[in-house]
C-alpha cells in the first residue's frame, strides 16, 4: 500500500472519538459473537442437539429489532446518540452476566438460554441505530468510507476475536465463565461510549415532533433518494440468504466433520479471519473500486463459499471457504453502510439506519429460524447450499443494473450537500 493511500485509509484514526467508537465496536461485537457461541451451543445441547434451537438464538438476538428498532431510530434522532449506544451495550451485560448466574447456580435451562438471547436482542435494537448514525457524526462524509471499512474489520473482525476467545473459554472452564466473557466485553463496550457522551448533541427541536412522524420523515427520504432502493432490497436478500446460517454451523460441524465445540468454533473463527482481512484489501485500493462493481462481486464471494461448505466433509476446505464468505460478506456490508449513511442528513441518520436495521436483522431473523427448522427435514449441508447458490443467481440477475448504481453513487458523492427535496419538505431542521 503506497504511503498517501495509508494515510488516507488511516484518516479517522487521527481522531480520538473515532478511536473510541471503534474500539467499543470490537468490543460490543465480540461479545455478541461469543453469545452467538456459547448460547448456540448450550441450547443445541439442551434441545438435545436439535438445529432448531441454535437457530432460535439467532433469531432470538436479531428479530427485536423489527419491533423496536423504528422506534429506536426516532429517540437516535433526539437524544445524545454516544448514551443511547451505551445503554444498549449496558443491558446486554447484565443479560449475559445473568445467564452466567444460572449455570453458576445450577438452574440454567434451555428458557434461560433463550431468555437471555432475547434480552442481547432487546439491547442489539437499542444501541444499533443510535451507534450508526454516530459515525459519520465523528469522521464527516469524507472519511466515511475510509470509517466504515475501519469499523467493519472492528464489527466483523470480532467474529474473530469473539468466537476464538469464546471457544477457548467454553472448551477449557464452560459455557459459565464463557457467558462472563461476554458480559466484560459489553462492559468495555458500554465504558468506551458512555465517555463520547461530550461528543455528541442531541437535536433539541426534534423532541418536539411524534416518533412516528420522524418515521415517516425517513421512509419517504428513503423512496425519494436513489439508489437507496435497490440498495435496500439487495442488503436484505443478502442477510436473509448468506447471513442467517450461522445456527446451522453446530449441526454442520457434528455431522459433516465429526466435531463439536472445536470444529464448530473454528468454522466461525475462520469467517471471523475473512472478514478482517476483506475491508483491509478495500482500504488498500482506497477508493479506487467502483460501488456497483465491489457490490457485486462481493456479493458473489458471499453466496459462493457457502455452496462448499454445505457439500464438503473436508475440514480445512470448510475452513478456507469460510473464510472467503468472511471477506465478500465484510465488505458488501461495509459498502451498503457507507453509501446510506453518506445519503442520510445528520439528523435523519437515525432512522435511516433503523429502517436498515429493521428490514435486514428481521430478514436474518426469520430466515435463520426457517433455516432452523428445515434441518429437521433435510440434510444440513443442502439447507446451507441452497441459499448461498440463490443469492449469488440474484447477483448474476442485479449484473445489468451494475453500471447504473456506479453512475448513482458517484451524483451522490458529487452531490452530499444537497438533500432531496423530501428531506427539505418533511424533516425538523439540524441542530
Known sequence: MAKGTLRSALAPFSIAAFRSVWAAALAGNSGRFAVILVAGWE????????????????????????????????????????????????????????????????????????????????????????????????????????AALSTRIAQQGS???????????LTTVGPGWTFVTCAVFYAIGASLLIGLRAHVRPNPRAAATKIWHEVKAGMSYMRATSPLGLLFVWVTCHCSLTMATFGILPTIATVNFGGAAGAYGLLLTAFGAGSILGPLIMMGLSGRAETGTTLWVTGVLSGAPLIVVGVTHTEWLAVAMECLAGIGQAVFMAMIYAVVQTCALDSLRGRVASIQLTSTTGAMGLASIGWGALVGLTSAGLVLAVPGALFVAICLLLTGTMPG???????????????????????????
Open 159 to 169: 467474529e474473530l476475536v469473539g468466537p476464538a476467545i469464546g471457544t477457548a473459554v
Open 405 to 431: 448504481l456506479n453512475r448513482a453513487a458517484g451524483r451522490q458523492a458529487a452531490s452530499l450537500s444537497q438533500p432531496s427535496p423530501v428531506a427539505q419538505a418533511t424533516l425538523v431542521p439540524a441542530d
Open 43 to 146: 441450547a443445541f445441547r439442551q434441545g438435545q442437539h436439535s438445529a432448531v434451537w441454535p437457530s432460535m438464538v439467532s433469531f432470538l438476538i436479531l428479530v427485536p429489532t423489527m419491533v423496536l428498532g423504528l422506534p429506536s431510530g426516532g429517540i437516535a434522532d433526539r437524544v445524545n446518540r454516544a448514551k443511547q449506544a451505551a445503554t444498549g451495550q449496558g443491558v446486554a451485560a447484565l443479560a449475559t452476566a445473568g445467564a452466567a448466574v444460572c449455570i453458576f447456580t445450577h438452574v440454567a435451562s434451555l428458557d434461560t438460554t433463550l431468555a437471555a438471547a432475547g434480552l442481547v436482542g432487546v439491547a442489539n435494537s437499542i444501541q444499533g441505530p443510535a451507534w450508526q448514525a454516530l459515525v459519520p457524526s465523528i469522521v464527516g462524509r469524507d472519511q466515511l468510507v475510509s
